[in-house]
């Protein structure tokens, strides 16, 4: 039995992040209730359900209607019986449904309460709704992503939300050690725009040291060259010699060893000031040559590269087929979805994926059971609306 069996997790959040900590939590082994409104998370039907799909697995789900004063005191009886709880309301909503921190404090003082907002519970900005896209636009990451004379860019994947939910699992994991230690609950407070700094760091770093602000650069990274995606006759690929020997290593593969001795290219330093003189003359010695071909001869010269592939290329990849990290699930509603299992291998294996995102109040009536509602007690809740249930097989 898996020590995360015994632990109990209260799911409040909605949105990315907040469910993406429940669901590692829920992977490592976690028994995480999600409460939901009756209408349903507002990102369930996102991307046909995707969203939903992807990051709810593992759980079970009890749909209560929170402006209900009958929906509250259910959920005062979870967070009684509950280790973690986590929400991602805008603060000091908790609070005036008389769920926030002390609430929760007083009703069980070994909580470990977890709160992730836009930009905190502190602070001018703490009462503003904040969304990944409004993180990175904040935290200097758009201004440094995309082309010189391009606008700012948002990265594709939500990488600021993700990251909120696993710094938040790992503030549980570290809440749950200190408990354990004699100590008691606490609250964690997480912030869209604090990861994101977190994730800026290094470049931060820099320009407290030298006043340097990054720049666009398309794909490439600043402080190397070549460093970044070329493109080839039939497609792209990543290059990346980000050291004098893989600069070598580049030329002797491609033929391009006469640009070792161009004083343009002496060194990387040389080399980032003549980035797109020297893109040029790669992309021209790339532009008869397949994608494929050219990754091949790379790898065998030991040079970093990699193919640029879409989701369905990145699916087939031999590399991702034989680690086992996709798993497909058949889903009711949505058919067979392929999950991406929570990538941390211990003795070989990464932790399973039990079952499918549930519907929205699709284990109502048990938790309530749990809880210690009769028949009589569940009945009244779902007819007044204060939860909500599919209707009973029975």
Not at 157 to 179: F, K, P, Q
Not at 263 to 284: C, G, M, Q, S, Y
Request: hydrophobic share 40%; with cysteine; net charge negative.
């Amino acid at each position: 039995m898996s020590v995360f069996e015994k632990i109990k997790v209260l799911d409040m959040s909605h949105a990315l992040a907040g469910p993406f900590a429940g669901m590692l939590l829920a992977d490592f082994g976690a028994q995480v209730v999600k409460v939901e409104h009756p209408h349903g998370d507002h990102f369930r039907p996102l991307l046909g359900g995707a969203y939903h799909a992807a990051v709810n697995r593992n759980k079970r789900d009890i749909s209560l209607d929170l402006k209900n004063p009958e929906a509250v005191e259910v959920v005062k009886k979870l967070m009684a019986d509950s280790d973690v709880l986590i929400e991602s309301f805008t603060p000091g909503t908790m609070d005036r449904l008389g769920l926030g921190y002390e609430a929760a404090r007083r009703i069980n003082p070994r909580i470990i309460y977890c709160s992730i907002s836009g930009f905190g519970q502190t602070g001018p900005y703490h009462s503003l709704p904040g969304y990944d896209v409004v993180a990175q636009a904040m935290c200097g990451i758009m201004l440094c992503t995309g082309h010189q004379d391009g606008p700012p860019v948002r990265v594709g994947a939500s990488w600021i939300d993700m990251g909120a939910g696993m710094y938040t699992a790992l503030a549980v994991l570290r809440a749950l050690m200190e408990r354990q230690d004699g100590g008691s609950g606490q609250h964690v407070d997480i912030s869209l725009m604090d990861t994101a700094l977190s994730w800026m760091s290094p470049l931060i770093a820099r320009y407290s040291m030298s006043g340097d602000l990054p720049q666009r650069v398309g794909s490439a990274l600043p402080a190397f060259s070549p460093y970044q995606v070329f493109k080839a006759r039939d497609g792209y690929l990543f290059i990346g010699a980000s050291t004098e020997r893989f600069w070598r290593l580049l030329c002797e593969a491609l033929g391009l060893e006469h640009l070792q001795q161009d004083p343009r290219f002496v060194d990387n330093v040389a080399r980032v000031k003549n980035r797109d003189e020297l893109t040029n003359l790669i992309e021209h010695a790339l532009a008869a040559m397949g994608r494929d071909e050219v990754v091949e001869i790379l790898r065998r010269a030991g040079m970093p590269c990699g193919p640029v592939l879409d989701v369905g290329q990145v699916l087939d990849d031999p590399h991702v087929q034989a680690r086992g990290v996709l798993h497909q699930l058949e889903h009711p509603d949505l058919g067979p979805v392929t999950q991406v299992k929570t990538p941390i291998a211990a003795d070989g294996e990464m932790p399973p994926i039990r079952a499918h995102a549930p519907a929205v109040g699709q284990d109502t009536r048990q938790v309530l059971a749990e809880l210690g509602y009769g028949d009589r007690e569940i009945a009244q809740l779902l007819a007044t609306g204060a939860a909500t249930a599919p209707p009973s097989r029975d």
